[in-house]
């Protein structure tokens, strides 16, 4: 015998492991990266499929295939569900709409890539008219939930600005100019999304609308 306890004993033993545990949390940080994604995935299609009246967190865990035990593990409840969808769908399209800039030079035409994609992504992607979301949200839900579209609202700006320093636009308060126009936008949400309003029409309609209060040249 060597003196030792069995639990040193297995102390012993054990020990050289310590070193695979930092692969092991790599690969349980991208596990939980795929399964959120997949329950975000399964909100998106529940809301345009059948809106948010029809999310819950059972009919979330039937869509995503697992139980609702997991869903549980990643969202507290159906409103911290709607906040983190609200967070996707932002960086969804806030991607989206980087990659369909980057061809895009001038300010006009950067603005007019702009309000298309944000139309079609409303008529793509149904959401909830606000003062639904507000309820549902309750008043801090529903502020934390917005607050994730500000990286949107700072590049409208940014283009609003360019727009105005190169004389195409007319000199206005961009910050402020911006918010007029996502309020434009934002009437167009839920009309689109319930299918209401020809999006062709609309885009044309709202586009020519932007381009005449900012004075485009």
Known sequence: MDGLLPGQRCARKESPSMHSVPRITGSLDQHRAAMRERILVAVREIMTA????????A???GRSGVNRSVVYNYFADVRALLIAHAEHETARFTEELHRALENAT???????VYVRRQLADFAAHP?????????????DGYKEMHAHVGPLGRLLTEIIQEGVDAGEFAPCDPAGTAHLVHACLGAERYPLGQGTRDLDETIDRVTTFVLRSLGAT
């Open 127 to 139: 959401q909830p008219a606000g003062p639904e979301l507000a309820t549902l949200l309750g008043p």
């Open 50 to 57: 059948d809106g948010v009246d029809k999310l819950s967190m």
């Open 59 to 61: 009919e979330v865990a």
């Open 106 to 112: 001038a300010p006009t035409e950067r603005i007019t």
